[in-house]
Every structure is written in C-alpha cells, then in structure tokens.
Nanobody, 120 residues
Framework: EAHLVESGGGSVQAGGSLTLSCAAS????????IGWFRQAPGKEREGVSC???????YYRDSVKGRFTISADNSKNTMYLQMNSLKPEDTAVYYC??????????????WGLGTQVTVSS
C-alpha cells in the first residue's frame, strides 16, 4: 500500500529555517511529478512547489527565493528547504504527486502532513 509521510516541521521565529522531508513507500517517485502543498487554518490547500516529470521546478510567487525543492529518487524522498520563514508560511505542509485516477481522485492519499508554525 502506498504511503506518503511528511516530517521536519516545527515552530520557529520569523527569519528562521526548516527542512521538510517527504518519504514515499509502496511506490516510486520515478514517473510522477511531485510537489509540496500547504493548508493554513481556515484556508484551502494550495500548491507551494513542485518538480515536473522533465525536472522543471515551480514555486508559488510568495516563496520564490526562499524555498528550495529537491528530491533523492534513490531514497524515494523529497525535500523542501525553507529559509527566511514568515508568519504567513504557517500551515500544515503536505506532499503528493500530480497523479489522478480515472475517476478524478488523487492516485495517492494525503498523508498527515507536518505542522510549520512561524511566530513574529
């Protein structure tokens, strides 16, 4: 059974750094676009950064220059280095692939996520 497990979150002051990890089991990242998402209290989940199938990398504007996404396919693990953190980065962070079933559901279920809290 496929699982995604996020880790590395925590509480930091504004300007601090954290590195998140996403470990996949039961399937290989190879062949999928993969990415990080976040959901702040009272808000919808949003995409933060992703690595496309051709290796192209996307960041949402609000994190450009501060976050760096990477992946180690040999470890089936993806990372998100987050620097210069701001209070508005506070959210639960999740990882997932950009893959959907024929019925429109995500191929892989969301994990529990990892909480990032940034205080001012």
């Amino acid at each position: 059974e496929a699982h995604l497990v996020e880790s590395g979150g925590g509480s930091v002051q504004a300007g601090g750094s954290l590195t998140l990890s996403c470990a996949a089991s039961g399937f290989s990242f190879d062949g999928y676009a993969i990415g990080w998402f976040r959901q702040a209290p009272g808000k919808e989940r949003e995409g933060v950064s992703c690595i496309g199938l051709n290796g192209s990398i996307y960041y949402r504007d609000s994190v450009k220059g501060r976050f760096t996404i990477s992946a180690d396919n040999s470890k089936n693990t993806m990372y998100l280095q987050m620097n210069s953190l701001k209070p508005e980065d506070t959210a639960v962070y999740y990882c997932n692939t950009d893959s959907y079933t024929s019925t429109g559901k995500r191929t892989f279920s969301w994990g529990l996520g990892t909480q990032v809290t940034v205080s001012s």
